[in-house]
């Protein structure tokens, strides 16, 4: 068994404190967690560059949001490989 992030062994044992077995437990939670990303933070087309700078620039927080997205994705991906 690899050592995994600290998230990632958070929700590895919430979800093992739930379900008898580690194998089932660890699926569950991965499952979960692409659920969560795919509803908080759906992929999103990039925006639009914008031809000057400007306040409402969408791309900060297109990046903040895929960024987020990327997390909860690495912590399943985590999971699923043990």
């Known amino acids: 068994m690899t050592d995994l992030s600290p998230a990632a062994q958070a929700v590895r044992d919430a979800a093992f404190d739930l379900w ?19 509803q908080v933070v759906p992929v999103e087309p990039e925006p639009p ?12 927080r297109w990046n903040a949001n895929q ?16």
Do not use: G
């Open 49 to 60: 560059e914008l031809p000057f700078p400007s306040v409402n620039d969408p791309w900060p």
């Open 67 to 82: 960024n987020t997205r990327d997390k909860l994705l690495a912590i399943a991906d985590e999971l699923e490989a043990q």
């Open 20 to 38: 008898e077995t580690v194998d089932t437990a660890e699926a569950i939670a991965a499952a979960a967690l692409r659920a969560a990303a795919d």
